[in-house]
Structures are given as C-alpha cells and as structure tokens.
C-alpha cells in the first residue's frame, strides 16, 4: 500500500510538469501579453501629448517609435520576454537563473575596461574578455554577487552594449511566484487572504452538505417510494436543474433589497472595513454570518442534488445484497443491520469521490463569487486573465493543479481507510 | 446464408430497442418532457416567421412584399417618414387608423431579438407587459424574445457539442481499451494531464485571445471536454474486448476497425445512451456559464447568460434576473426528466425490499 501511494506522488511530478509546460505555452503565445499591452498604453499615452506614433508593430520592430529602444529593452527584460520561452519556463520553475536588478552599460569606442556605479557608491570594474565580460571588484577581486554579458541583440551599428546583473534561483519550487504586475505585491501575498475566503466558503459549504445529503439519502433509501422520498426527489431534480451561480442570482433579487425582501447584503465577504472595525466580536460574528448565508447556499447546491442521490443509490443496492438477508436471517436487529452493515459499505463510493470535491469547492467557485462579489481566489484568477497579469494567472492555475493532484490522492486514501478490502498495488 | 443472419440479428436488435422505447413511452414524465422539447426545439427554428419585427407580407399600393424573406426594405419604400429600415408595427398601425387599402401582416409576436434603442418607440428597462411580454433590457430589446432564440442556439450548441464529445470520446476511449498496452498508458497520462487543468480557465484563457463564434465556441469546447467519455468507453470497451464474440469475430479475419465500430460499440451503447442527455444539461450550462463571464457568444447574439448578466448588475430589474434563470431552469428539468427516463427503459434497476 505504502508503496502504491509513493508511486502515485511520483507520478505527480510528470503529471505537473506536462500541465504547467502546456499552461505556460498556452499563456506565453497568447497575442495581447501583458509587454504588448505595457506598450500600447505607453503609446496611448504618448498619443494624447499630441505626437505622432506608428503602430504597435513599429514599436516592436524598433522603427520610428515613441519609445526609446532601451526603454524597450528594459520592458522584455521585466516582463522577462528577452529569453527564448523554454528559459523562461525553468527560470519560472526556479531551476535556472534568474536575473534581477540589471544596469545597462555601453563600452564607447572600443574601450575594453569600464566603471559602473551599483548603487550605495560601489563601483565595479567591467573587462571586455573577447566574447565575455568580467566584472571585479574595487579591490581587483573577481566579483561572486555581480555579473555581466554583452547584449548582442542591442550591439548594433558598432556601439557595444553590455548588461550588469545579479543572478538567483528563484521559481515556484523555491516558493516564489513573482510579482503580481496590476496588484504590485508578490503573488503569495495576494493569494493568501483570498484563499481563505474561497476556502473559508467552500469548506462551510462542503460540510453543510455532506451534513444534509447523507441523512438525507439514507433516508430516503429506507423509504424508497414512499411520499417523503418522491417529495425530496423534487426538491433534488430542482437543484440539479439550476446551476449555483444561477440560484444565487435569483436568490440576491429576492432577498437582497431590489424588488422585493432586503433581508441579506447584496454581496461582499464582509462589511466593508470601516463599519468591520467598529463592530464587537459577536457583531463580526453576526455580521460574518450575515454575508454569508446566500452564498453558501449557492455554494452547496452545486453538489446537493449528486450527493444525496449517490447516497441513495448506493444504500438501495447494498440492502439489496445477500449478505444483508444473511444478517437478517441470522437475527439480526434491523437497526444493527442497516447501521452497521449496510452503511458502512454504502459511504465508499462518497468516500470516493471526497477528492473531487475538494478540487471543485477549492477552484471551481469563480461564477458564484463573481454574482456574489466576493473578492475570493477563483475571482482573483479570472479578473488576473483579463488584466494579462501572467505572475497571478500561472500561480493560480499552479495552485489549483496541484490542489486536484493531492485531491485524487487524497480519494484514494479515504477510499482505502473506509473500505479494508482495497489493496492498491 | 450470412445476410439472413443479419437481418435476424437486426430483427432482434430492433426488438430489444422497441422494447426499450414502449417502456419509455410508459414513464410519463420523461416521455412528455420528450415531446415537449423537440417541439418546442422544431418550433424554434421558425422562430423568424414566429417572433420578428419583420412583417410576414405586406401588401403596399397592389405590389406584396415578404419582408421577412427577402430581408431589408428602407422606410422610404412604403413611405415611411423614418431613417433606415421601415418600422413595420407603427406602419400596421397608421394604415389601420388611416383605414388605407395598404396592410400587412406581422409575426405573432412583432418584435426582434436585435432590435434595441435605436429603433423609435423602444425604452430601456420596461417591465413585463402584455406589448413586451417580459419587459426589455438595458439596450431596450425585447427580453421575450431573445429568450425563445437563446433557447434554439443553447439547445443546438449542447446538441453539438455533445455528439462531438461522444464522437471523439469513443474513438479515443474505444481504441485506449481496446488495444491497451503503450497505447492506453500514453493517452492515460496525456488524459490526467489534460484534465488536472481547470477546463473553464483554459477556454476562457482561449477565448479571450480569439473572438469565438459558434462553431469556434463548439470547437474550443470539445477540446477540452471529450474527456469525460473515454473513461466511459475505455471500461466498456475493455470489458467486451475479452468477449468469445471478439475473439470469433477476429478469428473469422475481421479487422479491428470492423471488429470495434461493428461488433463490440453496439454492445457498449448502453451507458452512451444514458449519459447522453446529462451530456446536454452540462453543454446548456456551460454556455450560460460562459456568456454570463463574457466569453460566450459574440454579442449581440441573444443567449441567456448574458441576459443573466444584465440583471445581476441592475439588480432591481428583478425580470431581468428571473426570466433567463426561469428558461434554463424550465429546460434543464425537462432534459433531466427525459435523462432519467431514458436510464430507466436502457438499465432498470430493480432494488428488493429491506426482506
């Protein structure tokens, strides 16, 4: 057993890489990235002053453009556009260096020897060596924290440009996301208060249903045809019928104070900060509380209807099994039969599928905070794609990945505990 | 010798479907759910010669014009004193007042799902009338009427889409269980790879770099979904493929191609059946889900979602919000009806009592 779960997490590592590979590619060759757009608005920019600007095309080819080519340098070396896309991907990734805090130098007439000021007053001395460019320091040390390279892409027309730069292995598997480029934080410290708010609704939800649809199935299994259960089969094909984000939208004009009851907020996680403040510990409670309730309703309607009839099913043929009549037949009490056979057996396939949920709970939430405008983790990486903040999206989608690859493992192990007579191998 | 036992097998077969068909026809909330969705999916492709501001025929100085066949005719035609088209429900109205010989006849419901602000005599946000049966929206077209045709376009795209995924589903699912081996471990990483991605995510990612259309929006779909059906078929196929009839119908020299699409896919239809129309409720979804994010349909084409969409962000136009969710929910519950029918006639169920 212990072997097939070391498999399985082995096997993740392929599995991630293929999907951020395809994740990148996809983002990456997507025409209107995030350099385009700096460009564009920079342009704009420039078009209001008055002047005349060619098109984006004449700017990229570094035609007669508003922006100085260095500027433009500057702009791919951000955006991180200077390198061809499989660097870039393990520079992401963190298994290549990453270059940061660049200066630009220009050996004029063939001078092979150069001083540049690094900040703080220090100065570094920069040797032409035939194709390479060695940096040393004040003292005549060769430098370990600074490095340099012609830019041979800029080196036109007998100018000779060179950069200077610090280099560093910093990706996703040393924990850094980057810079998110419309918020101007680092990635995790957007992600996290969002995340808890996304979790914060999805675990509420997750629970409050598995509360509901278990009772609820069995319940209905041992009174199959009866009026109680043709009744909650209403109530179930109903919810399957409408999709979550589509309830809550009904539910915020019914309840929220447009037409016709204002009872709950029209959305938000919370109140907003200045009223937050000013409440008690048992106002936030409420006031918690308050927020909540139509989104989690939405939330959990989602997997309402699937869960209870799983449930149903489940039990129906279980009961229906011989080694049920054989505990009967033994004389057992029906309670005992049902509660500790028939159960036991009928909750695998919902252990099962616990994995799946958590995914969709975790990441697949976006539409109903989006109805319910809540600032949450699914809306954070949709509003991210529509602003091309490419930092925020790959860490998005990174985290959701991976969240699914753990859920599946996860599944595997709460089917393995609940049920002793699986054996992976 | 061979095509009498053809036409015997196909006797059977037929018998086994027409069984299944007469016990369907018995469970009355499906079968009525059936024959209400295909008429009103029939009905809605004459939805132009049903809800149009077009007129049917208009009869104008002893010349007839079919304005909704032929397309534009400028006010000026007849005599209208308005700009571009000529607005055909002010027109019926002058000549009925002026008692004119001219006449015309509309569609039963005159107004389109296209025609917004700009036309004379349309406002925005009118509530629920018996002139506009379910108000307008924010650009003053007619709410009702956009949902009749968003339902014909969601209806069509799930059709679609569905049979797409179900075409590539088989093919790759079928051929993964059939052949095994290098084959099946190949597309099984290729699959888990391809579905740990957040499907919604990458269309929208796709969507917002090109503009989709119909079809483009079908195809982008496909690319991502088709998943869900090779598990399916990959299980039934691999089951069968260990069959004696497999093995006699290779013995005989048939090729695999024969041997897959002939003789084992008609044995694995069962569950391709069943599933088919929660296949239709997950495309119908997806589209509202789409077109409410706004990476659906290319506006102005009417589609409940962005209707959906309209009414949440002008909250208390309360019709706005009602009468797409009201749409979607009314022909989900009816596709759910006929899916659960379906189940029912193709793979009864029989539990026993507790004793």
């Given amino acids: 057993m212990t072997t097939y779960f070391i498999r399985r997490i082995l096997l993740m590592i392929p599995t991630f890489l293929g999907s951020t590979i395809l994740i990148f590619v996809i983002l990456q060759m997507a025409p209107g990235g995030p350099l385009e757009r700096t460009i564009q608005q920079l342009q704009a920019g420039a078009m209001q002053q008055g002047e005349s600007v060619g098109s984006v095309g004449d700017i990229m080819g570094g035609g007669s453009s508003v922006l100085p080519e260095s500027a433009l340098r500057e702009l791919k070396r951000f955006y991180g556009f200077d390198k061809p896309i499989y660097q870039r991907y393990m520079i992401w990734l963190g298994i290549w260096p990453r270059e940061t805090k660049h200066r630009e130098v220009e050996f004029k007439d063939g001078a092979i020897e150069l001083q540049k000021n690094v900040g703080r007053g220090n100065y570094m001395t920069l040797k032409l060596e035939g194709e390479k460019v060695g940096v040393y320091n004040s003292d005549g040390t060769i430098s370990e924290i600074w490095k340099a390279a012609i830019d041979k892409d800029a080196s036109k027309d007998g100018k000779l440009l060179a950069t200077i730069f610090q280099s560093e292995f910093s990706g996703i598997l040393t924990g850094n996301l980057g810079t998110s480029y419309t918020y101007d934080q680092p990635v995790t410290d957007v992600m996290a208060p969002r995340f808890k708010i996304s979790m914060f609704f999805g675990l509420t939800g997750m629970f409050l249903s598995y509360l509901v649809c278990i009772p609820l199935g069995i319940r209905k299994a041992l009174n199959h045809g009866s009026a109680f259960d043709f009744l909650s089969s209403v109530v179930i094909f109903v919810a399957y019928s409408i999709p979550g984000f589509a309830l809550g939208g009904v539910l915020l004009v019914l309840f929220g104070g447009g037409s016709f009851w204002d009872v709950f907020p029209l959305g938000g996680f919370r109140s907003p900060t200045e009223v937050w403040e000013t409440l008690s510990v048992w106002g936030q409670i409420k006031d918690q509380l308050w927020h909540a309730v139509l989104p989690i309703i939405a939330w959990s309607i989602g997997s309402f209807a699937g869960l209870t009839v799983l449930m149903k099913n489940s039990l129906l043929e279980n009961i229906s099994q011989d080694y049920i009549r054989t505990a009967f037949a033994k004389g057992l009490q029906e309670k005992r039969v049902i509660w500790v056979h028939a159960i036991r057996n009928s909750v695998i396939p919902i252990a099962s599928g616990i994995g799946g949920v958590i995914g969709v709970v975790i990441a697949g939430s976006y539409l109903i905070e989006k109805v319910f405008n809540i600032d949450g983790f699914g809306k954070m990486g949709f509003q991210a794609i529509l602003d091309r903040d490419y930092p925020i999206t790959l860490g998005f989608l990174v985290i959701v990945v991976v969240i699914r690859l753990i859920a599946n493992i996860l599944s595997d192990i709460a089917l393995a505990t609940v049920d002793p007579r699986i054996r992976f191998r | ?355």
């Fill in chain 2, 1 to 355: 010798m061979e095509s009498k036992n053809m036409s015997e097998q196909q006797e059977i077969s037929l018998s086994i479907l027409k069984k299944r068909w007469l016990k369907f026809k018995t469970l009355r909330r499906g079968y009525y759910s059936f024959i209400i969705i295909l008429t009103l999916y029939i009905l809605s492709w004459f939805l132009p010669i049903l809800i149009n501001n077009r007129a049917l025929v208009v009869s104008y100085e002893g010349d007839l014009y079919f304005p909704v066949f032929s397309g534009y005719h400028a006010g000026s035609v007849f005599h209208q004193d308005v700009p571009g088209e000529a607005v055909y429900r002010e027109l019926k109205a002058e000549w009925k007042q002026a008692d004119s010989e001219n006449w015309l006849i509309m569609p039963p419901y005159p107004y389109s799902p296209y025609e917004d602000i700009t036309v004379q005599g349309n406002k925005m946000f009118e509530e629920p009338s018996s002139t506009h049966w379910l108000g307008t929206d924010n650009t003053g077209r007619d709410v009702f009427s956009r949902l009749c045709y968003a339902f014909n376009i969601s209806i069509s795209f799930a059709l679609i889409l569905s049979t797409l995924n179900y075409f590539i589903g088989i093919l790759i699912g079928g051929s993964m269980g059939y052949f095994g081996g290098k084959f099946d471990l190949i597309f099984q990483r290729l699959i888990e790879i391809w579905s740990s991605l957040p499907m919604l995510f990458v269309i929208i990612i796709i969507s917002s770099i090109i503009r989709p259309t119909f079809f483009l929006l079908i195809f982008i779909y496909t690319i991502v979904n088709w998943i869900g059906m090779t598990y399916l078929m990959r299980a039934e196929f691999y089951r069968e493929k260990s069959k004696d009839y497999v093995a006699a119908a290779l013995s005989m020299g048939q090729t695999n191609f024969k041997v897959m699409f002939k003789h084992i896919l008609p044995n694995s239809l069962v569950p391709v059946i069943t599933y088919f129309p929660f296949s239709v409720v997950g495309g119908i979804t997806a589209l509202v889900s789409l077109d409410y994010l706004g990476f659906g349909m290319p506006p102005p084409t009417p589609s409940w979602g962005q209707m959906l969409d309209v009414g949440l962000s002008n909250i208390p136009k309360w019709w706005m919000v009602f009468a797409p969710v009201s749409a979607q929910f009314v022909t989900l519950i009816m596709v759910v009806f006929i899916g659960e029918a379906v189940r029912e006639a193709f793979d009864p169920k029989v539990y026993s009592r507790l004793r």
